[in-house]
């Protein structure tokens, strides 16, 4: 990577820089669809120069003799994770979303900043492992049936936002930049192609990527990847000027992909399942990770190689077929913390690529660039849900998760840059689109939450709407001084067994569908969906509901669904399950809540009882030292 000579050292400073992918294949552009935007792994004997310092002189390694024994490749991962996990630390340190430490610490570390660098193309490559991972667990959480109930939004919405916005963009190139009809159109579609990795982590950040705003977005998403392959196909058309040979190769784009999704609904459907069961027989957790792991980047390879289909949607389908099992959420579990710790790899990655001089040569077409991703990609989106019958809440949570763009930006850049029909300048407009949507990513979820009171209270909005929504649950329209439970886990189906069997109203709040769907069938009033979502509890009508009982196990759920309720009907009394001390001190402040009970207290409390019985003490005596013990607790003296 790093030569003795000069001019090696310039091709260095270079090297980082993505012209390294100008020369690939649309094949090769495919298999790296959802990320791939570093160079070619290098051979291992350049590794020794990959971290550099130009105060050391051109060409001079920065590791000392004594370090070499120490892997390079191993150090550049340590160098990664270290920075991204203080940078994410002091991101959380002032309330920012670590996201924006990670992209930080990429941009400190990057080929074009002051400083010691790293090896991109390494970092690139273990990233597109996390966004693979990360879409392998989203797919865990999602039946095709849930993607198939969106079809009619996300798929003519998709489509309708992309050409609008890549329109936009082709008109900022074309003035801006001076390029012709097909730089345009490749400008143009690499702003209006929203990042997967960053949308569908920003809605996990936000407990909305199980509820309807999740599934929207990941139909739009896998529409919009569909779009892109069949743009990678155009584009080597649209820098030749001739169409010969175009209809063949977008049948056979269209063909690929379908033999894929064949292949996985007929084939990975049973197989899968059945060879997870096999492992999981054997009763080691280790295998069992081990099998998940290489079920979904193994199907992600083959989709690449074998299907030209992008290595990310390939571990979706991967895992929307795996997560139709029982085996589905033991895979998710296994995989989060994977999932996790390479996502902020790709994030880093994305901030080395930060290029101050690129920008500094079309500022203007760089600042129109980041508006059309915000105003455009984001804007247009929102508008279109709303136009399209969705709810206010759930379009502006996806617009916001929209307002951005990433990795199939980036490809469609370079091969445009490569087959000559867009300029070099043209790498700086996209890189700050990218990398300053993500950064302003917390500012437009806070945007489009404030445009939300006038739009629910718009007459105009309501009455086209209205026509369009989907009719309340027949059974729930006339229920009254009922009570919402949320959770039907072991907490929840003891309680609802307790209301039933005193033919009490209830309406259960539950996330997982094949429960919800037995719910159902044994005439469980039930909302299915994830309840920190407004959508979701409204339908449980909090306005007319008596009591809420929250069996979740975690706090920060059981705070937001009391927040939410209390919106609707402020006179609500809460029953909540907790963990801590702090959270019962914290509830008993709140007011309003009825009971805060917390497991490993009350069997300490009923262990104690029972155990001073035993011994001979009088029953009242010994009920009378537990309610001492009780009150005496930390939180208890508040309420």
Known sequence: MVSGAASGGSSARCDGRMSGMAGLQVSHLIWACRFRTGNPMPEPSSLTGMMRHPGLGRGRPLLCPA?????????????????AF?????????????????????????????????????????????????????????????LLAVWRVAVPGAVVQVALVGTLGAAVAAQLLDVGLGGAFAFGLALAIASTAVATRALE????????????????????????VLGLVLLPAAAGGSTEGLGFAMLRAVAELTAFMAVMLLAGRRVLPWALRRVAGTGSRELFTLAVVVAALGVALAATTLFNVSFALGAF??????????????????????????????????????????????????????????????????????????????????????????EFSFVLTELAVGQGILPQAARGPVLLASFGSILLTPLSFRAFAALLPRLEANRALRRWQGGRRPPRHPALTGLREHVILIGYGRVGSTIAEALRRHGLPMVVVEENRRLAERLVKEGVHVVWGNAV??????????????????????????????ELARQANPAIEVAVRTHADSEIAWLRAEGGVGMAVMGEREVALSMADFTLQRLGVPLEAARATVTLLRAGMPGETAA
């Not at 002091?90 to 074009?112: D, E, N, T």
Request: proline share 5%; net charge neutral; with cysteine.
């Open 67 to 83: 370090m070499h024994a120490a892997p390079p490749l191993l150090a550049v991962l340590v160098i990664a994770l270290s920075l």
């Open 86 to 146: 203080a940078c994410g630390l002091a991101a959380r340190a002032l309330h920012l979303p670590p996201l924006l430490g990670y992209l930080v610490a990429g941009a400190l570390v990057g080929p074009h900043t002051p400083g010691f660098s790293t090896d991109h193309g390494f970092t690139a490559t273990l990233a597109e492992v996390g966004v693979g991972l990360l879409l392998f667990g989203v797919g865990l959480h999602f039946r095709a049936q849930d």
């Open 205 to 228: 950040e936000r407990g909305r990527l199980s509820g309807q705003a999740g599934r929207i977005a990941l139909g739009w998403l896998v529409m919009q990847d569909l779009i892109v």
């Open 317 to 406: 389908f991967a895992g929307v077929v795996l997560g139709e099992s029982d085996l589905g959420h033991q895979a998710a579990a296994e995989t989060v913390p994977l999932q996790r710790v390479f996502a902020a790899l790709f994030f880093f990655s994305v901030g080395m690529l930060l290029d101050p001089m690129a920008l500094a040569e079309a500022p203007l077409a760089a600042g129109a660039a980041l508006a059309v991703v915000l105003l455009g990609t984001g804007g247009i989106t929102f508008l279109l849900l709303l136009a399209l019958g969705v709810q206010p809440a759930t379009a502006a949570t996806v617009g916001a998760a929209f307002a951005q763009i990433g």
């Open 533 to 562: 979502q407004e959508e979701v509890l409204s339908a449980a009508r909090p306005r007319q509901a008596r009591l809420l009982v929250l069996a979740l196990p975690g706090a920060w759920e059981a705070r937001r669904v009391m």
